[in-house]
């Protein structure tokens, strides 16, 4: 068990659709980072937030949106969903904003939209 | 751009038969490199995180090795348990984020 908690662990909607992926980091960690990983893609990085501000953006559609809030924990927002947005959501969470320092992952969020 | 590329793609070996997985990887200044090892529906389990060429650390059946250009994660008499995939990734001093290979997924059969 790592320490970081993500809830719903599954999630199946209908496309054009909005959802919300909740994370909650490991006691002491202040930064957050969302991964997505499908199967032809692997594992991409969505975006960072650090003590509640946003601090790097990756492969992240407009679409998506993220925010981390005054008690750490983060959510993912998803909406217009579409069929290629089914995948495995993951949150990880590190102690500082950089590196190299580990980050630890929680069990995932499995989106499917159907 | 950073790229980072893992082989095999998948390995079977027998039940104390020690192996090797390679990452390869190009980055324009190396911060870390990192191990995960993830089963299947799971997150990804950190294993190592090495930082210059030359280290090397150590767990269990474990050795992850790091040159300028690639690391290896050697397993030494692997065992059932072992059998996962094993991710490779890198950070670079331009960002904050993990750039990930696609993996060596490994199944050992006893």
């Known amino acids: 068990d790592s320490g970081v908690t993500q809830t719903p662990k599954h999630l199946i909607t209908a496309t054009g659709q909005r959802v919300t992926l909740r994370c909650s980091p490991r006691?002491?960690?202040?930064?957050v980072y969302w991964y997505q990983q499908s199967l032809d893609q692997g594992l991409q990085f969505l975006i960072q937030?650090?003590?509640?501000?946003?601090?790097a953006k990756g492969n992240i559609l407009e679409r998506f949106s993220a925010q981390q809030f005054p008690d750490l924990h983060s959510e993912l927002n998803l909406s217009s969903l579409e069929l290629g947005d089914s995948a495995l959501y993951f949150c990880?969470?590190?102690?500082?904003?950089?590196?190299?320092?580990?980050?630890?992952f929680g069990p995932g969020t499995r989106l499917t939209v159907l | 751009e950073d790229q980072v590329t893992q082989s095999p793609e998948a390995l079977r070996l027998q039940e104390g038969e020690s192996s090797s997985l390679n990452c390869s990887y190009t980055?324009?200044?190396?911060?870390?490199l990192f191990w995960y090892r993830q089963d299947p529906g799971k997150g990804p389990e950190f294993l190592f995180t090495?930082?210059?060429a030359g280290e090397e650390k150590e767990k269990e059946r474990l050795k992850a090795t790091l040159t300028k250009k690639e690391s290896f994660l050697h397993i030494t008499a692997p065992k059932p348990e072992d059998s996962a995939t094993y991710l490779c990734a890198v950070q670079a001093y331009s960002g904050y984020a993990l750039n990930f290979g696609k993996g060596t997924s490994l199944l050992v059969t006893p």
């Open positions: 990880a969470s590190s102690v500082a904003a950089g590196g190299p320092n580990e980050q630890f």
């Open positions: 980055v324009s200044g190396l911060r870390g």
């Open positions: 090495l930082y210059s």
């Open positions: 006691s002491g960690d202040l930064s």
């Open positions: 937030y650090y003590n509640g501000e946003e601090r």
